[in-house]
């Protein structure tokens, strides 16, 4: 198994892990536990040189080139680490992207810890997931592009331990800025609707100021 794939496997069982946490009604002895597990296994992390994202223009070329075609069986992510759609991700969502067409979508099962209100997802976790789907939408029209406004309206609660789907297409562009609405919906019921601006930027500056850990 290649190392992407063994981080990826590591990375779920993280989260998998973090979601029972908060599910469990855990004992002294099994908070000691784990508490004691946990701060050794982050003292050995702590000896392993940092690790430096690293991404060059010609990723994301390749990233245009490779966004799915039509059909959600295809998995989608621009970064691996990425806290919507990263499988490498302990900390993540790990949603699925797909396009139809010109349309981008995004499906997810927000759990225990992405809960905000008992029994609903936390209303910043439905923004991540519509700030996503609607960077697909830039990446099919073939733009790298930063958001410079998100305009988000809740509409009903958004549930916890099932899939919802967000939809988002491309309304216009004027210049440099990309125009984007997008939807959310439980089934039928539209949980959120969004509109966003983007701003296309040369790929070199997408780069640029990147930050290496301390």
């Given amino acids: 198994m290649s190392i ?3 981080r990826a496997e590591a990375a779920g069982a993280l989260r998998e892990l973090g979601h029972e946490f908060l599910l469990s009604e855990l004992s002294e002895d099994q908070l000691t536990k784990i508490t004691k597990h946990a701060k050794e296994l982050h003292e050995e992390l702590k000896e392993t040189p940092n690790r430096v994202r690293e991404v060059h223009s ?3 070329d390749d990233y245009k080139m490779t966004v799915p075609n039509d059909g959600r069986d295809e998995k989608h992510q621009l970064f691996a680490d990425s806290v919507v759609s990263g499988d490498s991700n302990p900390m993540g ?3 699925k992207l797909w396009r139809e067409g010109e349309v981008a979508f995004i499906e997810a099962t927000l759990e225990k810890a992405f809960e905000g209100a008992p029994g609903r997802a936390h209303g910043g976790m439905v923004a991540a997931l519509i700030d996503e789907t609607m960077g697909l939408v830039m990446s099919i029209q073939g733009v790298v592009a930063f958001t410079v406004q998100l305009d988000v309206a809740y ?3 958004t549930p916890i331990f099932r899939p919802i789907v967000a939809k988002a ?3 216009h562009v004027e210049r440099r800025k990309l125009f984007i609405t997008c939807e959310v919906r439980d ?13 296309s930027v040369d790929p070199t500056k997408f780069l640029e100021n990147i930050v290496a850990p301390q």
């Fill in 4 to 6: 992407e794939k063994l």
């Fill in 58 to 60: 010609g990723a994301l």
């Fill in 93 to 95: 969502i790990n949603a």
């Fill in 155 to 157: 509409r009903a609660p």
């Fill in 169 to 171: 297409w491309l309304d």
């Fill in 187 to 199: 089934g039928d019921t539209i949980c959120a609707e969004a509109k966003g601006i983007f701003v």
